[in-house]
């Protein structure tokens, strides 16, 4: 997908699996975004430090791990990164 097609708030999915951030970090599970699983794109044009490639950030739904410190409710939502190229756009 190119990079002016996507947009924050756009439902997503990606067409090669991406692993979550912090995934398997301090007992959290290990956890992966998956082809056919729903997220809705956070951030868009983030830099990438290493790999010098742009990138954008994805929120889904996954497993508990700790509370939301606001609500006190299960905190399910994740992030992860992807590149433009691993982008699909659900309707």
Do not use: H
Request: net charge positive; hydrophobic share 35%.
């Amino acid at each position: 997908m190119r990079k002016k097609d996507v947009t924050k708030g756009m439902k997503v999915t990606c067409k090669v699996r991406e692993e979550a951030y912090y995934s398997g970090y301090a007992g959290r599970p290990v956890w992966w975004f998956e082809p056919g699983m729903i997220g809705v794109v956070g951030a868009v044009d983030v830099p990438g430090v290493y790999s010098g490639r742009s990138f954008v950030c994805v929120d889904f739904q996954g497993p508990a791990t700790g509370r939301n410190s606001v609500t006190g409710e299960p905190n399910t939502e994740w992030r992860c990164a992807l590149y433009y190229d691993n982008i699909v756009k659900l309707k």
